[in-house]
């Protein structure tokens, strides 16, 4: 049943054409009545953007990161961050749970290869390897959020290294979008469409993979750890 209701939930989505309203392009046309809704009434205001981010992350709609930008630009870089933070919490934990009861045994058989990939990490240290994981965009946010279930983490060491291996990114897409409308004036300028590029700079790239590459020391030291152990007990042998 919660399987028939996820993917309800998401053809429904995409059906509406709502995944059409959580484009850059479309926000930035609708800013002004946006922020005038936000004036007008901040509390109802970002109860329904935190309702709405969460749904997006639970159905792996991929408009977290527009979002996240655009929460920057509507509350501000730490009220919009702290928003974002909750919601994308909240969203991860309800697709892992759904991840753990609905696909569980037949989705690991059917994987196989792909799955392996995260079993050795996941094995060796669930919270490190999730925490590299969410630091370095290497695979998408949903794969993140459903992997996990696969290899027996908790909820607790999934809610904590998602929140903190989230926080990074959360508050820097967020603070991006205090920009924004300079980022709108320059792109009108060239005279071509908003893309999400034009909100990122490479040095955001590098400064994300040099956090994941820090979160990683543990599990390399842990990996050496083994390999002078597995040697030792051989040369006992």
């Given at each position: 049943?919660?399987?028939?209701?996820?993917?309800?939930?998401?053809?429904?989505?995409?059906?509406?054409?709502?995944?059409?309203?959580?484009?850059?392009?479309?926000?930035?046309?609708?800013?002004?009545?946006?922020?005038?809704?936000?004036?007008?009434?901040p509390?109802?205001?970002?109860?329904?953007?935190?309702?709405?981010?969460?749904?997006?992350?639970?159905?792996?709609?991929?408009?977290?990161?527009?979002?996240?930008?655009?929460?920057?630009?509507?509350?501000?870089?730490?009220?919009?961050?702290?928003?974002?933070?909750?919601?994308?919490?909240?969203?991860?934990?309800?697709?892992?749970?759904?991840a753990?009861?609905?696909?569980g045994?037949?989705?690991?058989?059917?994987?196989?290869?792909f799955?392996?990939?995260?079993?050795?990490?996941?094995?060796?240290?669930?919270?490190?390897?999730?925490?590299?994981?969410?630091?370095?965009?290497?695979?998408?946010?949903?794969?993140?959020?459903?992997a996990?279930?696969?290899?027996?983490?908790s909820?607790?060491?999934?809610?904590?290294?998602?929140?903190?291996g989230?926080?990074?990114?959360?508050?820097?897409?967020?603070?991006l979008?205090?920009?924004?409308?300079?980022v709108?004036g320059?792109?009108?300028?060239?005279?071509r469409?908003?893309?999400?590029?034009?909100?990122?700079?490479?040095?955001?790239?590098?400064?994300?993979?040099?956090?994941?590459?820090?979160?990683?020391?543990?599990?390399?030291?842990?990996?050496?750890?083994?390999?002078?152990?597995?040697?030792?007990?051989?040369?006992?042998?």
């Open positions: 049943m919660p399987l028939v209701l996820f993917a309800l939930g998401l053809a429904v989505a995409y059906g509406l054409g709502w995944h059409r309203y959580l484009t850059l392009t479309w926000l930035a046309d609708q800013r002004e009545v946006l922020l005038d809704m936000v004036a007008r009434y509390l109802k205001s970002a109860a329904l953007f935190f309702i709405v981010y969460v749904a997006v992350v639970a159905l792996s709609v991929p408009a977290a990161t527009v979002l996240t930008i655009f929460a920057g630009f509507l509350f501000g870089w730490l009220t919009g961050g702290i928003i974002v933070l909750a919601a994308a919490t909240a969203g991860s934990c309800i697709l892992f749970a759904g753990r009861t609905v696909f045994d037949i989705l690991r058989r059917r994987a196989g290869p799955l392996c990939r995260f079993s050795e990490g996941f094995n060796r240290n669930a919270f490190s390897y999730l925490l590299v994981l969410r630091l370095a965009p290497v695979f998408p946010f949903f794969v993140v959020n459903i996990p279930a696969f290899f027996g983490v909820m607790r060491t999934f809610v904590l290294a998602t929140v903190i989230i926080i990074p990114a959360t508050f820097v897409y967020s603070w979008g205090c920009g924004f409308e300079q709108i320059d792109v009108a300028k060239e005279g469409p908003l893309r999400l590029a034009d909100c990122l700079t490479p040095e955001l790239t590098l400064a994300f993979t040099a956090l994941a590459v820090i979160a990683a020391l543990p599990l390399l030291v842990q990996f050496v750890r083994e390999k002078r152990q597995a040697a030792g007990d051989g040369g006992k042998d």
